[in-house]
């Protein structure tokens, strides 16, 4: 029943001349099917996964350039690659929730004023990551990524060696600028590498990057600050960057592919590295209309919804993060290497989060299918954030509670981590939602997921040591808990009228097409 995707092509696999089986767009719309038996008829030249049932989509073509005909070798390596320049960013903006102390000793300034560089990076992480899709749609993924990660790395040196707080405000802003290229554009590379049933436990492994790494970063600044000066918490920070920027150069490659182009038109690709600087490259659009792409997706009210979701939940994630520090200084007198040790419940939170959503997001897939014939909706990505928000909700109203009454710190660290670990569930299931929904904006979802996300931490990385200040952590954390449950109706309404919206907008036309 069906060919795997090597003897489809002895039997005639589908080329871009064929006639087409199902495009994506139809697919979202009216739901995937994945199995080969559900057909009624069976297209001869219908290509399927190694198990000889599942289908792929889409459908591959002939060129051995299509990077979904790529090694799974070469397609891992870069989803590696990328998962760990995705790491970059959150690790250097968190290093501020701790070197804003020696930080505000050295310049005899308040932490208030210190930690506004922290804000300024957050701000532009959200906004570079719009210039990020727009650009590799004009210019290709490689040269953007090449290009990002290489001014990433000039500016995190500066951080290290500003001598006074507005050089090195600066520098933390520019660099907050360039460094998300990976973060912002992640779903680009997962789309165009791999298949329709690949893509949750690929955006998991991507995901985890993002999670995970502002925990890392406090713990690595927490220790280097206490050893030596924080200036070296930023100099491990470069030093990370530029091993990102060797390993783009190593193994980096254009991802993009035009499947509206016969293979016979196809340009022809010669050297890796002229793909990397961007000289060998698509005719695609015009740069005007490539950076009118994020303004029309924002426009869909399915991601919309789903961006004001994350902001509502990420913004306590970064508001805790970026004043735990404070808190168990003042309330557990905890020293740097004490601090250090306590980011670990945010690592484990994260690790286990990975390892739940593995097998968890997947076999939510496979139960609804069996209850839907076959056919998964991109809504059904979503049943798995009411655990999510559950988890997050109590994580976020215990942790208050703890800090409020002083309970045992490791109280503290254990809800800490049922944040995390909530965190790191939503935001595989909202991302791999919005790919299914939207498989024509894949860059463009992402981006403005980690507006969602970036602008979230920039509000309560405000708000939140003023507020706790002045009502003590019980009542805020209280309201951020309910506020958290509350978000859970976003979902729910995603999935009782979500496809419905969809179908009514459409998909995501873009000037020049795609």
Not at 123 to 128: E, K, Q
């Amino acid at each position: 029943m069906g060919t795997t995707m090597d003897s489809g092509r002895e039997k005639g696999a589908m080329t871009l001349d064929d006639c087409q089986i199902r495009t994506e767009s139809e697919d979202a719309r009216d739901g995937y099917v994945l199995e080969a038996n559900r057909l009624s008829s069976e297209p001869s030249n219908l290509k399927t996964a190694e198990d000889g049932q599942t289908i792929l989509i889409p459908q591959p073509t002939e060129d051995p350039n299509d990077p979904l005909n790529w090694s799974p070798v070469k397609k891992h390596v870069i989803l590696l690659l990328i998962s760990a320049i995705c790491f970059l960013p959150d690790y250097g903006s968190s290093l501020g929730a701790v070197t804003l102390i020696p930080q505000s000793v050295q310049w005899r300034l308040p932490e208030a004023i210190v930690q506004h560089n922290l804000v300024g990076n957050l701000f532009c992480l959200g906004a570079g990551g719009l210039f990020v899709v727009a650009l590799s749609e004009y210019f290709g993924r490689a040269p953007v990524l090449l290009f990002f990660q290489l001014m990433a790395t000039v500016t995190s040196i500066w951080c290290a060696v500003a001598v006074t707080f507005d050089s090195f405000e600066a520098a933390r802003i520019v660099n907050g600028f360039f460094a998300i290229v990976a973060q912002a554009g992640g779903l680009m590379w997962i789309k165009d590498l791999f298949f329709f049933h690949e893509h949750p436990r690929k955006i998991n492994i991507w995901a985890g990057g993002v999670i995970v790494s502002p925990y890392l970063g406090p713990l690595t600044a927490a220790f280097v600050t206490w050893h030596t000066t924080w200036r070296w918490a930023y100099g491990i920070y470069a030093i990370l960057n530029g091993v990102g920027l060797l390993l783009i150069l190593s193994f980096g490659d254009e991802t993009f592919y035009d499947r509206s182009l016969p293979q016979a038109q196809q340009p022809a690709w010669k050297s890796r590295f002229l793909r990397l600087i961007g000289i060998e490259r698509h005719a695609r659009v015009s740069i005007l209309n490539a950076a009118a792409r994020p303004a029309i997706a924002i426009l869909k009210v399915p991601l919309l919804m789903v961006v004001v979701y994350y902001f509502l939940n990420f913004a306590w994630i970064i508001g805790v993060n970026a004043t735990i520090s404070t808190w168990l200084t003042n309330f557990y007198n905890f020293k740097p290497w004490q601090l250090g040790l306590f980011y670990f419940s945010g690592i484990t939170g994260s690790i286990l989060g990975e390892i739940a959503g593995h097998w968890l997001h997947d076999a939510i897939g496979k139960y609804y299918m069996r209850r839907h014939k076959g056919r998964i909706d991109p809504e059904a990505r979503l049943i798995i954030t009411y655990l999510a928000s559950l988890l997050m909700g109590t994580g976020i109203l215990v942790l208050g509670q703890a800090l409020q009454y002083r309970w045992n710190y490791m109280v503290v660290a254990v809800f800490a981590a049922m944040q995390v670990f909530g965190i790191m569930i939503a935001t595989t299931a909202v991302n791999s939602y919005l790919l299914d929904a939207y498989p024509e904006g894949s860059g463009e979802v992402c981006a403005w997921i980690n507006v969602g996300r970036t602008m979230g931490g920039f509000m309560a990385t405000y708000i939140n040591i003023p507020w706790v200040i002045a009502d003590g952590p019980g009542k805020p954390l209280g309201i951020q808990a309910g506020i958290t449950w509350a978000a859970a109706l976003i979902p729910l309404a995603l999935q009782l009228f979500g496809k419905r919206i969809r179908v009514w907008q459409g998909p995501m036309l873009f000037p020049g097409g795609s």
